[in-house]
């Protein structure tokens, strides 16, 4: 089976697990010419979900006629979602590859939010020992976490927030109970849930349904004071009223991984937002184990559409 890779992410790993896959001739590419020039052969493509651009995928509709199989290495597919893929054609995201970094990520993100450790951060370089700060100080136990997209991060989330005492209320279009967390809803009883909770997690995967899930009128419903933590996609949050909830103190903080566009432009209002904590799209950093165990996963799953046995983490574009 012809398997062409396209790497941007764990390439070292994932080449290595894939040259020792029996039965797989495995090309490389790095540039839209040698994808173009690969792709009349190409039996299954492993690419990242959001790198599948327009004209990769003009490339894959017009001359990849064999193509049976696409592995994303990335937990989000809506580069796939958007342009489509030809009939027939089998397609899987990574999984549970990511899920314990983009969680961990989130944690320390949730408990930076709570301890209100932005404030020392920014007093360091005036050397200014002032613990004022420290009446808004928080803890988690108590506190009451929705967890927005309760799927494979959102489980993960979970398993880690599980031992500080939280209260957590999982959403999702198809509900089914979890010991990991006390509840487990219908997404939508968003609002409702909006009400009561403290931090509210955003791991939903974007798609044209979902963009600006969270907007002015989700944010009015917000408990007073409540945390905001999006691990996804940018667009699931509309930035203007994320940033006009936070300086009217209707949210208490808000913690970002992902913004809309991406890099955010220098000029761009968000960066003033208060009481915000963002980061660059960093969560799923997580060394050598982490990319060890993507590459893992992949090998296994295209062992398994070579075998014509079923693969794991089909997604529905």
Known sequence: MQVVFWPSIAGDEISARLHKLPGIRLAIVESMDQFAAAAPDMEALVIGGHFFKAEAARIVHERAKKLRFIQAFTAGYEGLQEHGVPAGVVVANAGDSWSPAVAEHGMA????????????????????????FSARMGSLEGMTLAIVGYGSIGRAFARFARP??????????????????????????????LARADAILIAVPYSKATDKMMGAAQF?????????????????????????????????????????????????????ST???????????????GRVRLAQFIGANLERFAAGTPVESVVTL
């Open 109 to 132: 993100l949730l408990l930076a939010l709570v301890k209100r450790l932005e404030t020392p951060i920014l007093n360091r370089p005036g050397r200014k020992w002032d613990r004022t």
């Open 164 to 193: 500080f005492g939280l209260h957590i209320v999982g959403l999702r279009r198809n509900p089914e109970p979890d010991p990991l967390v006390d509840e487990v809803l219908p997404i939508g009883e968003l609002h409702a849930v």
């Open 220 to 272: 009015a419903a917000c408990k007073p004071g409540a945390l905001l933590i999006n691990l996804a996609r940018g667009g699931l949050v509309d930035q203007v009223a994320l940033k006009e909830a936070l300086a009217s103190g209707k949210l208490g903080g808000a913690a970002v991984d992902v913004t809309d566009p991406e890099p955010l432009p220098a000029q761009d209002p968000f960066w003033d």
């Open 275 to 289: 009481n915000l904590i963002l980061t660059p799209h960093v969560a799923g950093a997580c060394g050598p184990v």
